[in-house]
């Protein structure tokens, strides 16, 4: 067996552990005429689907580029796809960003402060332009500015998950363990018993009366708050079925809807005036545990459990007889949960909390893009929406059974973030990314406000690198950095402008490297024969192989299903032999002998792979 220790010293290539000598005299008539080898590269290595020659060696001056121009279709797509109309207008994620109501741009979203209260609170009710919310034992009230005012003890005895109600005059408060529903006249801020017998756990205003859940029943309260049961959720022997936090209420139309969940069987059930009955049942598995309509829809937010991994948050809707799932959390719920997912309509889009990864969200119904529009610090209960007409838009409010809360709307952010999803130009090549360019206007005022420019290479989930703060519009700004992918990071700061800087476009481009493997052609001398006319090697000592052997072996490298070793002068590597670009030629040099072996040559090809 030759190595390749033998070039070129003995040998001048070793092909799968057989050495061989090249062709020295060399003929034109002849096929391989005046070489004995051909060393190349061979073309690049490319996908199947690209055939269009793109991507070849002769073509090497185009750029591959990618331009994110509308970001109207939310958040959550991980690569962009430049051919899909819909990936283009679709990005990772954003923070305290909108770039779902206007197509075209992205650019500050609403701001975020924290109000505190000087007790714990459970429970939020927006009505007659303010936020209502509980503790233990006091109301308070809270502006759409965050001022709060205490507005003394509402004698509810509140435990446990408070509900609230609003018929225009009165505020009716309770919760699942109160022994009575207590009335606020907001006008005259006095307290008074609207029903003494018992408290409700849910409670809805509609109908010109007041609905509750209590034990497992729906009772509807006349004007003297005396309740009357409409029906009794049991079992199959009778016994009402309770759940913790109760049966949860809502208006759809004219009726009124109960939420029940229980056993990880949640089911949708209506009242119409006349009877109580089922008309939906959700997935197997899904506990729902907060509900709101908006345009004749209903969205029910809650959890579901996944095999091995614990909890997931899900939105399930109810439309036309139909349900379906609209929304779910891209990643489980660590550790336990909050046994209360709150959702509800903030100015005609949903809003509510991915409690996966602590974020609130928005959905646009006329759209289907969800958008995150700011981070929370941990799980939340409650949640409401409040119109402004002062402001021109809706504010939310969010608590989470503590002495703060959250209010968002009050203003524009004074910062946001909006991250691309991949740019890797539909290619599996690594590439040269050689730079990025953000074009931007200052906003509707025209002054202030500034961008920031970061990357990320190959994922969405580590560490960011900052390529240029303070942007300057349609400058490029190169990096050339290597890898498969890029993700883009632009920051938006509000500076001394009203409403901060708008983007419009976000451009990366790139060059793809091109992969070589080494391609050989070798004349390959097997004429003469031991003992009689032997060839003579390299460093002039006989070669011991016979020339049809040699051929053998050349046929079996040839035959191989696995890559084989080849040395010649210019190194090793591993590479197969191409059958079509091989010839063997049969010279028959002892012809008073023609049974014995022939002399040859041959014209073998090889590929490195």
Request: aromatic share 12%; charged share 15%; net charge negative.
């Amino acid at each position: 067996m030759a190595s390749a220790a033998d070039v070129p010293g003995k040998y001048d290539v070793v092909i799968d552990g057989h050495g061989y000598v090249f062709l020295d005299a060399l003929t034109p008539s002849v096929p391989f005429r005046t070489h004995r080898a051909v060393y190349t590269a061979s073309p690049t290595f490319i996908e199947r689907q690209n055939v269009s020659g793109a991507y070849g060696d002769t073509q090497q001056a185009f750029w591959l580029t990618s331009a994110q121009k509308d970001w109207s279709l939310g958040e959550g797509q991980r690569f962009f796809r430049a051919n899909d109309e819909d990936s283009t207008r679709k990005f990772w994620q954003g923070d305290q960003v909108n770039g779902i109501d206007t197509p075209g741009q992205i650019g500050l979203g609403i701001d975020a402060q924290t109000v505190s209260f000087p007790a714990n609170v459970r429970g939020v009710i927006a009505a007659s332009g303010l936020y209502y919310t509980v503790s233990t034992t006091n109301l308070y009230s809270v502006t759409n500015g965050g001022v709060v005012t205490d507005l003394g003890a509402h004698g509810a005895g509140i435990g446990g998950l408070a509900s609230f109600a609003y018929d225009g005059r009165f505020l009716y408060i309770s919760s699942t363990s109160s022994t009575k529903i207590r009335k606020y006249d907001i006008a005259g801020a006095a307290f008074t018993d609207f029903c003494a017998t018992q408290g409700g756990e849910n409670l809805l205003f509609q109908n010109n009366s007041l609905y509750s859940t209590k034990s497992g029943q729906l009772y509807v309260h006349d004007t003297g708050g005396v309740p009357t049961s409409l029906f009794t959720w049991k079992g199959a022997e009778g016994t009402a079925t309770t759940v913790a936090g109760g049966y949860v209420l809502a208006a759809f139309g004219g009726q009124v809807l109960v939420l029940a969940a229980t056993n990880y069987k949640t089911e949708l059930w209506s009242y119409d005036g006349t009877g109580v009955a089922k008309i939906a049942a959700f997935a197997p598995g899904f506990v729902g545990y907060a509900m709101t309509v908006i345009d004749g829809i209903v969205f029910v937010h809650g959890v579901s459990v996944i095999s091995g991994l614990g909890f997931r948050t899900e939105i399930y809707y109810y439309a036309n007889d139909t349900t379906g799932k609209l929304w779910q959390s891209p990643v489980p719920l660590a550790g336990a949960f909050s046994s209360n997912t709150p959702i509800c309509d903030f100015c005609g889009a949903l809003a509510f909390s991915d409690d996966a990864a602590f974020r609130m969200m928005v959905y646009r119904l006329d759209t289907g893009a969800v958008q995150e529009i700011g981070a929370l610090s941990n799980q939340i209960l409650y949640l409401a929406s409040n119109p402004d007409p002062s402001f021109g838009q809706g504010t939310m409010m969010l608590l989470n059974q503590a002495n703060s809360a959250i209010q968002w709307g009050r203003g524009v952010a004074t910062t946001g973030t909006v991250t691309s999803s991949l740019f890797d130009f539909d290619s599996s090549l690594t590439k040269t990314m050689r730079g990025i360019t953000v074009d931007w206007t200052p906003g509707v005022d025209g002054n202030g406000g500034s961008v920031d420019i970061s990357y990320q290479i190959g994922s969405l989930d580590g560490s960011w690198t900052s390529l240029q703060v303070g942007a300057v519009s349609g400058q490029e700004y190169q990096l050339n950095t290597n890898g498969r992918s890029i993700a883009v990071r632009v920051t938006l700061n509000k500076g001394t402008s009203t409403y901060g800087p708008v983007v419009k476009r976000v451009y990366v481009r790139a060059s793809p490297i091109q992969q070589s493997f080494r391609q050989r052609e070798y004349i390959l001398d097997l004429t003469g024969s031991s003992p009689n006319n032997p060839r003579r090697l390299r460093d002039g000592t006989p070669d011991p192989t016979n020339p049809h052997d040699g051929v053998v072996a050349l046929i079996t490298a040839l035959q191989s299903t696995s890559p084989i070793s080849i040395t010649d002068r210019f190194g090793s590597f591993t590479g197969i032999v191409e059958p079509a670009d091989t010839e063997f030629y049969e010279m028959h040099a002892e012809n008073d002998q023609p049974a014995k072996s022939g002399s040859f040559v041959v014209k073998v090809t090889v590929r490195e792979v």
